[in-house]
């Protein structure tokens, strides 16, 4: 089936160590997005790519770094620089990143915990 | 990027339409509206999005008013797996023609049997 896979579903880490969530989409989508979602709040934007070999900071780019080697992959290493990052974390792509009006989808997710 | 206002929650019951309001007042020509719907602990799911015409799939119905300040997401027969958060959210445009989807906290509804 076509999609999203995120793993691990839940991660532990303990404080100083970099961690590293996979996100790989069978999809052909050009732009891969990485949201953070802490609990009751909404997404927000850690980093994004349009293509291969090219990324972005989003809006909470501080302590987090990405490669975007493959197009159907686009991992995200939280670093120990990152000071809060107990949280959900959602991988999403989208199918053109230059046309306003395309679709952007998530995959299911992983959950971070600092321990 | 212009912002969204979603009441925190509603509750409906089973069977009825349930209706969704979202204020986008600040919203530009170009912007286009998506709803998204979360249910605990997975990822957001596309619902329908729009730009200035009244638009319908298979699961809702998206009415945006004329002068494109609000929005309403239209369940037509909600059950109980509708129960999730759903976003309102305005599609943004960054430089070099990126895009983001900027997400609020979103609005809770409740289905009740």
């Known amino acids: 089936d076509g999609g999203i896979t995120q793993s691990p579903k839940y991660l532990f880490r303990k404080e100083g160590q970099n961690v590293t969530l996979s996100c790989e989409q069978n999809l052909n989508h050009d732009a891969m997005y990485w949201y953070r979602q802490d609990p009751g709040q909404g997404l927000r934007l850690i980093y994004y790519s349009q293509i291969v070999n090219d990324f972005q900071k989003g809006d909470i780019a501080e302590g987090y770094s990405v490669s975007r080697e493959k197009k159907e992959s686009f991992p995200l290493t939280v670093t120990s620089a990152q000071k809060n990052p107990t949280a959900f974390y959602l991988c999403?792509?989208?199918?053109?990143?230059?046309?306003?009006?395309?679709?952007?989808?998530f995959g299911e997710g992983s959950w971070l915990t600092v321990v | 990027d212009a912002k969204t206002t979603q009441p925190p929650s509603m509750d409906c019951a089973e069977g009825r339409a349930a209706n969704l309001p979202c204020n986008h007042s600040t919203i530009s020509g170009n912007e286009y509206v998506y709803w998204y719907r979360q249910i605990h602990s997975q990822g957001p799911q596309y619902i329908i999005h729009?730009?200035?015409n009244n638009e319908t799939n298979e699961m809702a119905s998206l009415i945006i008013t004329e002068d494109r300040k609000s929005s309403t997401l239209i369940l037509p027969h909600a059950t109980l797996r509708d129960t999730a958060v759903y976003y309102c959210i305005v599609r943004a445009v960054r430089e070099g023609g990126s895009e983001k989807l900027v997400f609020g906290k979103g609005m809770k509804l409740t289905v009740n049997p």
């Open positions: 999403a792509s989208s199918p053109r990143a230059r046309f306003t009006g395309n679709t952007i989808y």
């Open positions: 729009g730009l200035k």
